[in-house]
Each structure stands twice: as structure tokens, then as C-alpha cells.
């Protein structure tokens, strides 16, 4: 095979196929051999039939027209490997009908074909990227014992002053009744304890406890939510609303246990408390060797994509959102779901998911180039001995045949494009510049996120003085 490309405009080739006169002759004596004993020719025992009287019956371009497509169809994906294109799309074989074979010539076939564009990056010096401090900080520490001690909380009576807030427990008698002033036995109760912001009520009951204190009364009237909770789902079509009278017993709330060495030792097993963050320093790290790899790689690759110049090739980013389109319902199949199952469990509509998709695709995309660029401007190769690698490091019983089916099936510029795009990931991510990154609090002011309004802490530190500290 002899194969010959020429380049287009539009980031399009042409490529001219010949093949070997002994291919094409080999090809239509089996073909006729094929054909002989594939039919019944009157007169002829099978198998034995001649060439003109198979012509005759079959028609005279019938062994040439099947010799064409199996010669096309093997090695238009084996001119792609020899050609070292990295093809997009489809072959265009044009309008008009192609030539057939003729017996003891060579044959030649020509294609048209998208070709990967040649990327630019606007910088090609080592990329700066920040990273999470290495090692386990006292604040990590101290949340993981936080996140422990929450398994093991009790609920306590707040000081009898104690106002109802989103963070607060509650007991409460509740008479409950329907559009018709009936008794609704499944919410009525002489005494039930309730957590605000649980989601066993809908939000608009929250709200009517918000502010009330030990021994407050409301009456509130709420109508069935359209989107019912499990206290309300059972009486969607029964009523309209739910009169509810509650007076509120007790305010309580969450109390975590001391931290002591007695404590760690009885519920966790572990004898001090130094010991158990010695432990839970242990597991971060061990956490931190795993992941921080690949997220320093993948804050590499962003930062690099930001250098991409142009615009994403619109048959490549359709291409890489073909892929993942592919990859997730392969994933879900497997899982024995839908899409359907997954839109409702992820809360997102179809729309959302496309965009999503069609998101991941634009970056895949662009990340992709941008290593090609790089690749190109340090002058990267892929060798025969990188190809062979691949394919024994991938786990194959056989990787000489496998390679063989990938390289027949023209496939093989995947496996040196992935290659060459690992060898310049592997190379930016060992000269990247590499800062910590401040703590959270430094980005957005120091306990921004948990401070209370100022008049609402001043207001229960009035409500709360001193019996506060004696309850606990």
C-alpha cells in the first residue's frame, strides 16, 4: 500500500490509496471462488462454476464491486495510520460513485478528511498554580474531631428564655385539622421534638416557629405544599390545609460531648486525645497523597487551557461530547439506571445535563490542544517503543494482537496521540510553579461564613446570660 496526503484548506486533507496489483488480483480469484460456492449455477457442480458464466448470472461488476468495498473498508483505516494524520470526523469519498478494481492492476482510491487544527498558546513557560498546604494543618485536625463528636451529640434544653432559631430543637404539642376542622391523628401530638430546617415540615412551618420561646402559643393556617415532605405527603388530596395550634414545651438544643481522654477512649478505642489527632493526621495525609496528584494535575491543565489561542474546533468539541455522552449511559447501564433516575436523583433537568456535558466537552477539548500545542513547540515524539509499551503496560493477554487490531482498525493515532499528550502533561506538571494557597478565612475574612448578625448574637446573648453556662 502506497499512501500519498495532501494537505487542503480548512484544516482538511487528501489522501490517494494504492494497492498492490497482487492484492487486487489475489482478492478477486477468492472473490470469484467465494462467489461460485455461495450460489447455484445450473450445469456447474458448486464451487466449480467459471468466471464468465458467473459474471453472466451476477452481473459483470459484481466480483469487482465487492473487491472495491472490502479494499476500501480495510485499508482506508490503515492509510490513516501510515499517513500520521490525527483525523476528525468522517472520510468524504465524494459524490460520484467510486471506481471498482480491475482484475491484475493496482487499485487507487482518494478521500477527503478533517484534520486535528495546529494549536497555539499564547505562553509557553512553566505554568503557576496554587496548592493546598501539604501536611495536616491543626484546622483540619480540629474539624475532623468536630465532624466526630456530631455522631455522638445529645439534645438538651436550652435556658427557658432560649427564642426558637434555625439551629434550635424543639418540643411541642400539636393539634393539627383538616379543611373541615377534623382531627389529622398523623401530625397531632400531646408532645413531639422537632429539629428547625429538618425538612420533615415545609419551610413556611419553620418560619412560624422562628422567635418563639418556652410556653408560646400559634395557630397559622398552610396550605398543602405542591412539592409535599413527609409529614404532608400523606394528606396530598385528602385537604387543602392543615390548621395547625402548637404550643411550644421546651426549646433544646444540640450539645456535643467534652473532648477527653476518657471520652476517646470508651467510644473510639483510642487511649488520649493526642493519639486520635495523631490518627486523624495520619488519614489526611493519606488522603492528601492520593489526590493532590491528580489535582495538581488538573489545575495544571486549566491553567494551561486559559493559554489556548482561537477558537474550540466546533467538530471536535461535538466529537469529545459524543464520547462522554457515551461513557455516562455505558456507566448507568451498568449501574441498572436510567436517565430519567439520574435527572431526578441529581435534581437538574434534561437541559442542564446537556449543558453540562456540552461544558465538560468545551474544556476536555481545550485542554487537549493546548498539551498538543505544547507537545508541538517542545518538539515531543512518540516512538515505536512508546506504542509498544502502551499496549503491554494496558493489561492485555495478548498485546501484540491487540496492537495489531488497533493498528487495523486505524485507531493507532489515538494510542500516540495519548501518548504524546501524557509526555507534555507529565512535563508541565514537573516544572509548574507551585504556591500555597491561603486559607480559606484569608480569601473571605476570618469566620465570615459562620458569624451570626451582630444584633441577632447580641439579642440571645441577652436571652441567654448566665444559665446558659450552668445548663451545660
Request: hydrophobic share 35%; no cysteine; aromatic share 6%.
Amino acid at each position: 500500500m502506497e499512501t500519498k496526503v495532501e494537505v487542503l484548506e480548512g484544516n482538511r486533507v487528501k489522501i490517494s490509496v494504492t494497492v498492490d496489483e497482487s492484492v487486487v488480483t489475489e482478492r478477486v480469484k477468492k472473490q470469484y471462488k467465494a462467489f461460485a460456492n455461495q450460489y447455484n449455477f445450473p450445469g456447474f457442480r458448486k464451487g466449480k462454476a467459471p468466471r464468465p458464466v458467473i459474471d453472466s448470472m451476477l452481473g459483470k461488476d459484481a466480483v469487482a464491486a465487492t473487491v472495491t468495498d472490502d479494499i476500501v473498508n480495510e485499508y482506508y483505516p490503515k492509510s490513516i495510520d501510515e499517513s500520521g494524520i490525527y483525523p476528525v470526523g468522517q472520510p468524504d469519498f465524494g459524490e460520484e460513485a467510486m471506481d471498482v478494481v480491475k482484475d491484475k492492476q493496482a487499485y487507487t482510491f482518494v478521500y477527503e478528511i478533517g484534520v486535528k487544527p495546529t494549536p497555539e498558546l499564547s505562553d509557553y513557560e512553566p505554568v503557576a498554580i496554587e496548592m493546598p498546604h501539604e501536611g495536616a494543618t491543626d484546622e483540619q485536625i480540629d474539624e475532623e474531631i468536630e465532624a466526630l463528636l456530631e455522631h455522638y451529640y445529645e439534645i438538651v434544653d436550652a435556658p427557658a428564655n432560649t427564642k426558637v432559631k434555625a439551629d434550635k430543637y424543639v418540643d411541642m404539642k400539636i393539634t393539627a385539622t383538616d379543611d373541615n376542622g377534623e382531627d389529622i391523628p398523623s401530625i397531632t401530638s400531646e408532645s413531639i421534638q422537632y429539629g428547625i430546617g429538618s425538612g420533615l415540615y415545609p419551610a413556611a412551618f419553620d418560619e412560624k416557629l422562628i422567635g418563639l420561646k418556652k410556653g408560646d402559643t400559634v395557630q397559622f393556617t398552610m396550605d398543602i405544599p405542591s412539592e409535599p415532605t413527609a409529614m404532608t405527603a400523606t394528606l396530598m388530596g385528602k385537604t387543602h390545609a392543615i390548621n395547625f395550634d402548637i404550643e411550644i414545651l421546651a426549646v433544646k438544643k444540640k450539645k456535643l460531648p467534652e473532648l477527653t481522654d476518657e471520652w476517646v477512649s470508651s467510644k473510639i478505642g483510642i487511649d488520649t486525645v493526642e493519639e486520635l489527632r495523631s490518627e486523624l493526621a495520619e488519614e489526611i495525609e493519606s488522603a492528601q497523597s492520593s489526590s493532590f496528584p491528580h489535582m495538581k494535575e488538573n489545575r495544571v491543565l486549566m491553567a494551561l487551557a486559559e493559554r489556548l489561542e482561537g477558537e474550540l474546533p466546533a467538530d471536535l468539541v461535538e466529537e469529545n461530547e459524543a464520547s462522554l455522552l457515551q461513557d455516562f449511559f455505558q456507566q448507568i447501564q451498568r449501574q441498572g439506571s436510567t436517565l430519567d433516575a439520574y435527572l431526578q436523583q441529581a435534581g437538574i433537568s434534561s437541559q442542564q445535563f446537556r449543558d453540562d456535558v456540552k461544558k465538560q466537552a468545551e474544556d476536555m477539548t481545550r485542554q487537549d490542544l493546548a498539551l498538543d500545542a505544547f507537545a508541538a513547540h517542545e518538539g515531543m515524539e512518540v516512538t515505536d517503543e512508546d506504542v509498544v509499551d502502551e499496549f503491554r503496560n494496558a493489561g492485555a493477554s495478548d498485546p501484540e494482537a491487540l496492537m495489531q487490531q488497533w493498528r487495523e482498525n486505524g485507531q493507532m493515532f489515538l494510542v500516540r496521540q495519548g501518548i504524546l499528550r501524557q509526555k507534555a502533561a507529565k512535563q508541565l506538571v514537573e516544572s509548574a510553579v507551585v504556591t500555597e494557597e491561603a486559607p480559606a478565612e484569608e480569601k473571605t475574612g476570618k469566620h465570615a461564613a459562620s458569624e451570626e448578625p451582630v444584633a441577632e448574637a447580641e439579642a440571645e446573648a441577652e436571652a441567654e446570660p448566665e444559665a446558659e453556662a450552668a445548663a451545660e
